[in-house]
């Protein structure tokens, strides 16, 4: 149980959740630099990753299944804004995320944005039906709108 707590305090200090096994930030300024230097958009989660059925769902149907991790690696700048109930957030991305949530204007969970490097809005989604292929798609769709990369 240590080695779990003390794994889980890592993660959170390096600015990685766990939440779907990948590397996905809770920094969102180091969100936004590295997105500047790869040129990628961020897709940013906004998520009660221990309570919210719908994004419990989202991340179990596609965040944590190889298609989307195949996709993402090259294609955005991953990045969790968090808002869970069980546990506790360092302080500094606990006022982070409720900033980022008034920012964008976030009223429900999931809310899923892409981002340009800068922090603009490409585009607004959430959960949709159809699993990790069908939500590749929807993206590829949203970045592929006029003016968007």
Not at 140 to 146: C, G, T, Y
């Amino acid at each position: 149980m240590k080695r779990l707590m003390m794994g889980l305090l890592l993660a959170s200090l390096f600015g990685f959740s766990a939440l779907a096994g990948e590397e996905w930030l809770t920094d969102f300024n180091k969100a936004k630099k590295e997105a500047a230097e790869k040129k990628l958009p961020i897709l940013a989660d906004f998520s009660g990753s221990d309570w919210c059925g719908w994004c419990i769902k989202l991340d179990k149907e596609v965040f944590s299944q190889k298609e989307f991790k195949a996709f993402a690696k090259d294609r955005v700048v991953l990045f969790l804004a968090d808002f869970p109930r069980a546990k506790e957030l360092v302080a500094e991305v606990k006022a982070q995320n409720e900033q980022l949530l008034k920012t964008y204007s976030v009223e429900g969970f999931p809310t899923v944005l892409l981002l340009d490097a800068g922090g603009k809005v490409i585009a607004r989604t959430g959960y949709r039906r159809g699993g990790a292929g069908s939500y590749v798609d929807h993206l590829k769709d949203l970045l592929k709108q006029p003016g968007n990369k």
